[in-house]
């Protein structure tokens, strides 16, 4: 059994959560205005409406949140990339390709490598960032704060500027295999 922790480990040099347990408490203010809704046009205290809106709403947040701090959890030490539930080694990067410029006609190629972590893609809110990695491979990274993670990853994998090698069938998806 393994237990997940609830915050950086202690040699983190980045660290993300996913999500913020605060939006939980929209379940109680959904509820206190439903309440309020009530008194305010006359109906009275009619306790089930707004007890329903508690569970509910409290419940369906609280799964939501838990899901993001699993999956959308970014993490750097100095020997490991955690990206959700996907421990990489720092080792195996090689380099960092440069930015990507915003809204350009001709994207570069990186941005269509495998997204590092269980998810098919780059998860809302988050910004790519192109890791050069070993065995000739390439993968996204990705943060809410990727400038951030950018600046952390730098002392640990230099700017790779070489070409981004099309030949190979794993580049595209960049199938990380255990060593």
Avoid at 11 to 27: D, I, Q, T
């Amino acid at each position: 059994m393994t237990t997940e922790a609830s915050g950086p480990a202690s040699g983190a040099l980045f660290y993300e959560s996913g999500a913020s347990w605060l939006w939980v408490l929209l379940g109680p203010l959904a509820a206190g205005t439903m309440l309020w809704i009530q008194v305010s046009s006359g109906y009275g205290y009619q306790p089930l409406v707004p007890l329903t809106f508690l569970v509910v709403v409290t419940g369906m947040l609280a799964v939501q949140v838990k899901a993001a701090r699993i999956h959308t959890r970014v993490e750097l030490t100095a020997d490991t990339l955690r990206q959700g539930t996907e421990m990489f080694p720092v080792a195996d990067i090689v380099g960092l390709y440069p930015p990507a410029p915003n809204r350009a006609k001709d994207p570069p190629k990186w941005t269509s490598a495998r997204t590092l972590g269980e998810l098919t893609g780059v998860p809302r809110g988050r910004t790519g960032i192109g890791l050069r990695l070993s065995h000739n491979r390439n993968a996204q990274a990705w943060a809410r704060n990727h400038r951030g993670l950018r600046a952390a990853l730098a002392p640990l994998a230099p700017p790779y500027t070489g070409p981004f090698d099309t030949s190979r069938p794993d580049d595209l998806d960049a199938g990380i295999e255990p060593r």
